[in-house]
C-alpha cells in the first residue's frame, strides 16, 4: 500500500466511463486489472497473475464465507460498498470464531459506469482491508450491458483461521447464557433510507459501518468461552437471534429497555415506520455467553470497540417451554411480545 | 443428494417469481434458503446455518478463487450459468494445481425471475458440484429490482487443496517447456453466439464446460513437474497463453495446424467473423510440461479426458529474443504471426 495513489490510476480522459470491452478479456481488462486492481490491492499473491491464490494454510480449520452487496444508493454517510463488502466479510469469518485473512473480490460492473466511480469503490475496499488487517489476494471483473446491473455489485468471500479450541455456533447456545449486544443498533439501515428518501436532520446518521473482528478477539483473548456469535445485517437485531433461538431449539428473553438505539436514528425510524430492532447495521453483533464469563465478556468488546459505542447485556436464554424456541421482549412496562422473522422485507438493497 | 427433489420445492403456485421479499432477511428468505438451496446443496456445514463455513484444513497449502458469471443467455447447448459457475471455479482452482474441494455461491437475482427458472439453475449447480466431488459450504442471495439485472448472476468462490511439492505458476516455465492444450478450442464461446444470433448448423454446437481437476490430477499422478496450467475462457486459448508468456518473460511458438478446431466451429466463426483461437472455452486448458515429460502428460491428460476429447502438443517455449516475450503461431504454409491480447473484446457476456 506504500504508493497508493491520490487518483483514479486509469487516464479518465481516455476512459471516462467502463466499456463492454474491459470486461472482455483483452487488453483493456488488462488494464484495468493490472493498472487499478493490482495497485489498489497490492500484493504478492496479486503480483502472481494467477487463477487462484496459493494460500499458507497455518493450524486450525479455515472459516470460508461469501456475501455479495448491492447497496443502493452506492456512497452514504459513514461508508460505501467498498467498504461494506469488505468488512461484511471481515465481519462474518469473525462470527465463526476466525481471525479473518484473504478476502476474494468479485466485481460485476455495468456499462456506462464512471470509471473514477469505480476507483472510488475499489479504493475504499483498499481501505478498509487495510484497517482490518486482511489481503484482498484474488479477484475477478465482469462488465454488463447498460440496465442490465446498478453500477456496480460487489460480492466478496473470505477464508480465515479458526484457532483450535475455538467452537462458535447455535448448537452451544444453552440456558442461562447471557445475550450482549455490541453496541447501539438500527444506524446503518437508517443511515441508508435517509439518503434514499431525502431526510434531514439536526445530527446527520452515520451507517456503523465498520468490522468488528478485534471486538471478536478480546472475547477470546478475555479467555470467554463465546457459545455463539451473530452480526446483525439484513433483518437487523430481532431476526438475527430469532434465526440463533430457533436453530438452537432455546428461548431467548430480550428486555427492550436496555437496547440502545440512538435518538435521532429512534426519531427516523418513527417517521418511516420502522422497528430499529428490525434495521440492518453492518458493525454490530450478538454474543451468546456463559453466564459467568458475562462481566469479562462486556469489559472485553468495550476494550476494542470503536469510541463511543458501548456493549449491553440486554437478555439471557431459558429453557424453551411448552411454546417453542422463540424470542420474548419485554417493554419498559412489563408488557411482552413475541419477536419472530419479517414476512416480507423492511428494506430492500441496503447491503 | 439423496432426497434431491426433481422439481422446484418452493410451491409455484403461491410463489412464481423472485420478489425482493425473498431477499430481505425475513421469512420468505429463509423460505428460499431452506427449502431450495438447503435442499439442493444439503451438507453438514449448511445444516450448521451459520456465516461461514469451519472447513478442517488438512495438509498443504490453501488456494483460493473468485468468479463472477453473467452469461447470456442463461441456457445454451451443452450447460447452462449454474454448470459453469461450478466448473469455471473448480477449473480455477485445478489450474493452481489444487485439489477442489469446497465452493461458496453468492446470487443476485432480479425481481420477477421466474422461481423455477432459479431452481434449474441451482439444481444445475448441484449436480455440477456433485460430478465434481465438491461441496457448496456457504452462500449468500440478494434480490435486485426489475431492471437492475438480468435474472441471476451467479459468483461462485472456492477453495481446494495445493499438496506439498506442487508448485504451479507462471514463473516456472522455460525455454523447451511443451506447450499441450487439452482437447478442440472455441466451441463454448460459439455455442453461446449461435444461441443469441439464432444460427442453425446441422450439428447442434455444445459447449465444452466441464471440470478439468481429473485431468489435472492425473498429470501429478503420472509424475509430470507441471510447470503452469491456465483455462481458456474469456479471451480465448490465444489471450491465455500470450498472458503466461508476458509474465513468464518467455517467447511461445505455436504450430497452428495442431490446434484442434472442430469443422463446425470454424464454419460459425467464419461466419460471425471470429478467430476460434480468441473465443472463450469452459473445459479446456493449456499445460506448459518440461520436453521429457510431453509424452506421459499427453498420455495421463488423455486417460481423464471426457469422450471424443484429446490433448495435443502444440507449440514450445524458446528463449525470449530481442523482441521480447511473446507468442509466435506458425501456419500450414509457414507464415508467421504474433499473437497479442485483442484490444477489445471479442464477445460480451459469455462466462
Known amino acids: 500500500m506504500g504508493a497508493f495513489?491520490?487518483?483514479c490510476p486509469i487516464p479518465l480522459e481516455r476512459y471516462p466511463v467502463i466499456t463492454m470491452a474491459h470486461g472482455g478479456g483483452g487488453r483493456l481488462m488488462r488494464d484495468l486489472i493490472d493498472k487499478m486492481f493490482a495497485t489498489a490491492f497490492d500484493n504478492r499473491w496479486l503480483?502472481?497473475?494467477?487463477d487462484s491464490a496459493a494460500l499458507e494454510a497455518g493450524e486450525g480449520r479455515v472459516a470460508f464465507t461469501t456475501d455479495g452487496f448491492v447497496v443502493s444508493p452506492r456512497f452514504f454517510p459513514g461508508g460505501d460498498i467498498g467498504s461494506l463488502a469488505v468488512n461484511g466479510t471481515v465481519n462474518d469469518l469473525a462470527m465463526s470464531g476466525a481471525v479473518p485473512q484473504y478476502l476474494a473480490s468479485s466485481?460485476?460492473?455495468e456499462e456506462g459506469l464512471a470509471m473514477d466511480e469505480l476507483w472510488r469503490v475499489v479504493s475504499s475496499m483498499a481501505r478498509a482491508a487495510s484497517e482490518a488487517g486482511v489481503e484482498i489476494v484474488t479477484g475477478d471483473t465482469k462488465v454488463v450491458g447498460h440496465g442490465a446491473g446498478d453500477g456496480v455489485y460487489v460480492t466478496t468471500s473470505g477464508v480465515g483461521r479458526i484457532a483450535a479450541g475455538v467452537d462458535v455456533s447455535p448448537a452451544r447456545v444453552r440456558a442461562g447464557d447471557a445475550l450482549i449486544v455490541s453496541g447501539d443498533v438500527g444506524r446503518h439501515g437508517v443511515a441508508i433510507m435517509a439518503v434514499r428518501e431525502g431526510l434531514e436532520f439536526d445530527t446527520e446518521i452515520e451507517s456503523d459501518c465498520a468490522p468488528v473482528h478485534r471486538e471478536v478477539r478480546a472475547l477470546f483473548d478475555a479467555g470467554v468461552d463465546v457459545h455463539c456469535l451473530r452480526d446483525l445485517t439484513r433483518g437487523g437485531m430481532?431476526?438475527?437471534v430469532v434465526e440463533i433461538a430457533q436453530s438452537a431449539?432455546?428461548?431467548?428473553?430480550?428486555?427492550?429497555?436496555?437496547?440502545?438505539v440512538r435518538d435521532e436514528v429512534r426519531a427516523a425510524c418513527e417517521m418511516l415506520g420502522l422497528d430499529p430492532l428490525y434495521v440492518a447495521n453492518e458493525g454490530r453483533f450478538v454474543a451468546f455467553v456463559p453466564e459467568c464469563d458475562t462481566v469479562a465478556a462486556v469489559q472485553a468488546i468495550a476494550s476494542a470497540a470503536p469510541e463511543g459505542v458501548a456493549p449491553r447485556v440486554v437478555g439471557r436464554v431459558v429453557d424453551a417451554g411448552p411454546g417453542g424456541s422463540g424470542v420474548m421482549l419485554r417493554s419498559s412496562i412489563g408488557a411482552e411480545r413475541a419477536l419472530d422473522l419479517l414476512s416480507g422485507e423492511q428494506l430492500p438493497r441496503i447491503c
Do not use: D, M, N, Y
Not at 503480483?47 to 494467477?50: L, N, S, Y
Open 107 to 109: 466485481l460485476i460492473v
Open 249 to 260: 431449539g432455546v428461548e431467548v428473553e430480550i428486555e427492550e429497555p436496555k437496547i440502545e
Open 47 to 50: 503480483r502472481e497473475a494467477h
Open 5 to 7: 495513489p491520490a487518483s
Open 238 to 240: 430481532a431476526s438475527a
